[in-house]
């Protein structure tokens, strides 16, 4: 009865909508604050689904980019020195400590401390 009638209410909510409510659910539920709102140089916690992972190789140090959206903001997770890192791929869901900086205005932690997490706790 309680999925029906969720089903009725999410009738007027997009499906983008609705991912990124569950999203923005997970991610208090496993100690994340939402990434909007935050200044610069402020340890945050953030927990959301990675959307993408990409290398940039450079010519002295790589570094492998994920972008990890909470339902609210997506903020960039940058590991210096890193080609590859097991678990890190797009689709899974992880929570992410880290000092928050803005360069060129993208939220972006450096080198953050991760714990790949189940997205949904029973």
């Known amino acids: 009865m309680v999925g029906l009638l969720r089903r009725l209410v999410d009738l007027g909510r997009s499906d983008d909508d609705i991912e990124a ?21 402020q340890v945050i916690t953030v927990a959301g689904s990675i959307a993408s992972v990409t290398l940039r190789p450079r010519a002295t140090v790589p570094a492998l980019v994920a972008e990890v959206y909470d339902g609210s903001a997506t903020v960039q997770l940058v590991w210096l020195g890193r ?13 992410a400590t880290g000092l928050l900086c803005h360069p060129g205005a993208v939220p972006t932690i450096y080198n953050p401390a991760y714990e790949l997490v189940p997205r949904h706790e029973h």
């Open 21 to 41: 409510g569950e999203l923005r659910a997970a991610a208090q539920t496993h100690g994340g604050t939402p990434a909007t709102g935050h200044v610069d140089r």
């Open 83 to 95: 080609r590859r890192i097991r678990g890190i791929d797009p689709g899974a869901y992880l929570k």
